[in-house]
């Protein structure tokens, strides 16, 4: 029996992580998946609710479980909480704490939805990356880090971009590993031409792990202003690419248009094997909290449906369950269901629950 978290946070969260709730169900009492099933506040529900916007309770539900659901975090309403309560990024914290250092971003093109991408069909026809973010280093964590008053009145901000030889070895251990099972193609993107000290200890880093350990896998190495060209020039180039933590960030964004939207693309966040033998995850959909259609009921759930697929995948190793949730949505999206973000000019949109209710039309047929 797996112990899974829902956390649906804030914005679009709470809609998103809803159809996801469905999904996991359907599983557990349809397909047997020994899963159970808890939810916490988290965000401005829990601030209301609480005073917190992560109690202690929560903390230990987290730390005790197996894998959480992630909705969104961030809304325009944080901007009235106490200063203090917004100190710490309670994201960033689970990040941190639990060592989720595997981002996965998977991107793949959907034939049905090649007409909805801005790029043209036959440039992301057959698209099938995985970008893995470093996701616990880098500058998003790094110090010293603030904002400092200068005599002449300005201010002078600082953040620091840090990274050991073990963060990136483990992290390009993780992306060599994912490239030998996939097609053995793996991209290093950094920027050592400019970040000659950051950027330089990754490429040579890198680099020498593939000579150690994987001479098998096909390494090639790209800066990142060049990759984010490359992505939106000929994306069925790469297979696996790794890159440091704001690098990704901003690079799956790129590659959402492969996609056709960022509504599609899910992500895995995952820590070190522990003595248990179990690891920490986190899965959450890249869209972010998107305020400005919260609460209208016009989100896109497929991501976070198939940020699920990979919790099947990773955390409750049940890769054919995983597969069968993959191909429902893929055959839902086939079979017409569109929510305004992957609809055609004109073409009618569903709400967030009836994509919700097509996925799961198509896992009750498919598992007739």
């Known amino acids: 029996m797996h112990r899974v978290l829902i956390l649906a946070g804030d ?140 005599p002449d009145g300005g201010e002078r901000a600082i953040n620091t971009t840090v990274y050991t030889t ?14 030998r099972v996939r097609h053995g193609r793996l991209c290093s993107v950094d920027k050592a031409n400019v970040l000659v000290e950051t950027g330089g200890l990754w490429r040579r880093t890198v680099q020498a792990l593939h000579d150690r350990d994987y001479p098998d896998v096909e390494l090639s190495h790209m800066y990142v ?8 020039r000929d994306p069925r180039q790469f297979d696996v690419m790794v890159m440091e933590n704001l690098f990704g960030d901003i690079i799956s964004d790129c590659a959402a248009m492969v996609a056709g939207s960022l509504g599609m693309l899910p992500s895995a966040s995952i820590g070190p094997l522990r003595a248990d033998g179990k690891q920490h995850a986190l899965y959450e959909p890249i869209h972010g909290s998107a305020p400005d259609i919260a609460g209208r009921g016009i989100a896109n759930p ?32 086939a079979k017409g269901a569109r929510t305004a ?15 919700g209710d097509a996925v799961c039309a198509e896992l009750i047929s498919a598992a007739r």
């Open 11 to 150: 914005g679009i969260g709470p809609e998103v992580l809803a159809e996801v709730r469905r999904v996991a169900e359907w599983f557990r009492d349809q397909r047997n998946l020994g899963i159970d099933l808890r939810e916490e506040m988290f965000g401005l529900s829990a601030w209301e609710r609480h005073g917190s916007l992560m109690r202690e309770e929560t903390w230990q539900e987290i730390l005790a479980s197996d894998a959480i659901l992630f909705g969104a975090i961030g809304s325009p309403g944080y901007e009235k909480l106490p200063a203090e309560a917004r100190k710490v990024d309670q994201l960033l914290r689970m990040r941190r704490e639990l060592d989720l250092f595997t981002n996965l971003r998977p991107v793949r093109t959907l034939k049905a939805l090649a007409d909805t991408s801005t790029l043209r069909p036959e440039v992301i026809d057959g698209c099938d990356m995985m970008i893995v973010r470093e996701l616990c280093g880098g500058i998003y964590f790094g110090t010293p880090r603030g904002i400092e008053k200068l």
């Open 166 to 179: 073990a963060e990136i070895e483990r992290i390009a251990r993780a992306a060599f590993e994912l490239a």
């Open 225 to 232: 202003d060049n990759c984010a060209m490359q992505i939106v």
């Open 302 to 333: 497929l991501g976070a449906i198939l940020s699920f697929a990979l919790c099947l995948r990773y955390s409750l190793q049940a890769p054919q369950q995983a597969d069968l949730l993959e191909r429902a949505v893929e055959s839902a999206i």
């Open 341 to 355: 973000d992957i609809a055609a000019t004109g073409k009618p949109a569903i709400s967030t629950r009836e994509m």
